[in-house]
Structures are given as structure tokens and as C-alpha cells.
Nanobody, 125 residues
């Protein structure tokens, strides 16, 4: 059973930085796409960033230039470096794994087969 465990969330002031991690276990197969999503209270879950198995990354417009998604060499840990954080970035952040074998990495939640429990990020002004 694939498990995804996020860590690294916390409370920071606006302008600060955090690095989220997502450790994947339970399978030797590498996901085709890994993604970071977030959900603020009262809002729908939205895509933040995705990374394909070949390293190609894509970002939501709201985080471009501030957030960076990456993986370790073994591709078992996913990261999200978040800089210049703003109060509107406050949300619970989730990582997700997509085990399809082709296609593009999208922010479509239905593409992702496994989800972590999330880690809370709170940004104060």
C-alpha cells in the first residue's frame, strides 16, 4: 500500500519561507506525476505544483516564481520550497501520486491515486 507522509508545515510571517517534504513508501514503482495541492478553509482543493518523472515541473500562476517543486534522486521524497509566503498561501498542503503511465501532469484531482494527510501552513501578515 502506497503511503505519502507530509512534513514541514508551520506558522510563518508574510515574506518568510518553508520547505515541505513528502515521503513516499510502499511501492518500488515510481509515480508518473507527483503533485502538491492545497485547501484553505471553505475552499476547494487546488493544484499548486506538479513534477513529472522526467523532472518537468509546472506551477499554478499564483505561486510561479515563489515556489519550487523537486524530488530527491531516488524519487522517494517530494519537496516544495515556498518563498515569499503571503497570507493567501495559508492552507493545508497535500502531496499526491499519479501512477498513470503517460500523459501530462495536471491539476485534476481525479488523476491522483494516492494522497497524504496533509500539513498545515499558516502565514500571518
Amino acid at each position: 500500500q502506497v503511503q505519502l507522509v507530509e512534513s514541514g508545515g508551520g506558522s510563518v510571517q508574510a515574506g518568510g519561507s518553508l520547505r515541505l517534504s513528502c515521503a513516499r513508501s510502499g511501492t518500488s514503482y515510481r509515480p508518473y506525476c507527483m503533485g502538491w495541492f492545497r485547501q484553505a478553509p471553505g475552499k476547494e482543493r487546488e493544484g499548486v505544483a506538479t513534477i513529472r518523472t522526467d523532472g518537468y515541473a509546472s506551477y499554478a500562476d499564483s505561486v510561479k516564481g515563489r515556489f519550487t517543486i523537486s524530488q530527491d534522486n531516488a524519487k522517494t521524497t517530494l519537496y516544495l520550497q515556498m518563498n515569499s509566503l503571503a497570507p493567501e498561501d495559508t492552507a493545508r498542503y497535500y502531496c499526491a501520486a499519479d501512477f498513470r503511465v503517460y500523459g501530462s501532469c495536471r491539476f485534476d484531482l481525479t488523476d491522483y491515486h494516492y494522497w497524504g494527510q496533509g500539513t498545515q501552513v499558516t502565514v500571518s501578515s
